[in-house]
């Protein structure tokens, strides 16, 4: 439960201008949780924006409420300036550091309005006045709801909230198989179907729609750019920017592609390295007690959860690939087991 509930329950009981903040390359969840709050925030009575640093995949474009998400990356960033600077509250959703949404966390920093956190990721940032944080909870979605129940007031849950919520709570459970699939998840979960989610129609627009060219990146990344050793129980796939040019990759087109690594037998650890232009991206996962979240922050400018995380780096696909190359020999003993 939020610490200062009460505080934050008098703070909004007054119309406000909120803003919906959550990070670079949103997923299920980070969108989800935003346009599921900004939904409630509205039906309150509150003026409610969301802000995205960059576009998301063409699958979550379905969630209520997405032609009103302003893309900093697309739209002038005065309109995103304006709206920071004059927000009496900002909400920051599905990220622990202001460094995750780029030129927006120095507007953040800047602006006078009272700061909401509402994430799962470990060693939050110290800068908000209300904190809805649990590392243990599988989701951001998951709070969300959290948050309006503690206050009373899951009877403003529509069916276009419960989808948004449900979406992000489902793909941050990996389809309900990870680890951080709790009593407390099923729990929610049951409560947004009660509130209208459909689960085969949020499972179906997010797993089972895809392009034909990012049907052919998969194949690609299987028959061709998976490589295992055996020795660390490791899996990797590295992608170039000529990769994803030739399957015309759009954003979200890797997304899961690290999973397949990790669903061979005997690998623990699956990494995905891809070059995105403006800098090397990696998508780690785990089986077990191999913490990619300490992996990544200490070598890759990164972090996230226990068993997944990501990281970045600023030099080539081929320098990445060999740092990471060169690390395994060090962390050989833990990945064995």
């Known amino acids: 439960m939020m610490r200062n509930l009460e505080a934050f329950r008098q703070f909004f009981q007054t119309a406000r201008k909120v803003v919906i903040l959550t990070h670079f390359k949103p997923d299920a969840d980070a969108l989800g949780s935003s346009l599921g709050l900004c939904g409630y925030l509205k039906k309150k009575g509150h003026t409610v924006n969301v802000i995205t640093p960059s576009d998301y995949p063409d699958f979550l474009t379905w969630m209520p409420g997405n032609n009103e998400v302003l893309i900093f990356q697309k739209e002038k960033p005065k309109a995103a300036d304006d709206l920071i600077a004059n927000a009496d509250a900002i909400f920051c959703l599905d ?173 623990r650890l699956s990494v995905l390295i891809s070059d995105r232009k403006e800098n090397i991206k990696l998508s780690f996962r785990s089986l077990g007690e191999f913490s990619v979240n300490e992996f990544a922050r200490k070598h890759f400018d990164g972090g996230g959860h226990k068993n997944a995380a990501g990281g970045q780096t600023s030099t080539t696909l081929e320098e990445t690939l060999k740092k990471f190359l060169e690390l395994l020999p060090l962390y050989k003993d833990q990945l064995l087991g």
């Open 95 to 267: 990220f622990s550091s202001l460094q995750r949404i780029n030129e927006l966390g120095v507007m953040v920093q800047k602006s006078k309005a009272k700061k909401v956190l509402i994430d799962h990721h470990l060693e939050p940032e110290a800068f908000a006045d209300f904190e809805q944080w649990d590392q243990t909870a599988a989701s951001t979605a998951e709070l969300v709801y959290r948050l309006i129940a503690d206050l009373g007031e899951e009877n403003l849950v529509d069916a276009n909230i419960a989808n948004c919520l449900y979406a992000g709570l489902m793909t941050d459970t990996g389809g309900f198989r990870h680890p951080n699939t709790t009593i407390e998840v099923f729990d929610t979960a049951s409560a947004l179907v009660r509130h209208g989610a459909d689960p085969a129609k949020v499972s179906k627009l997010i797993y089972d729609t895809n392009t034909l060219e990012r049907l052919r990146l998969m194949g690609y990344v299987l028959s061709e750019k998976l490589q295992v050793l055996p020795q660390y129980k490791t899996a990797y796939i590295t992608l170039s920017s000529e990769d994803l040019k030739k399957f015309s990759s759009q954003t979200g087109d890797t997304e899961g592609l690290v999973n397949y690594g990790l669903s061979i037998k005997g690998v």
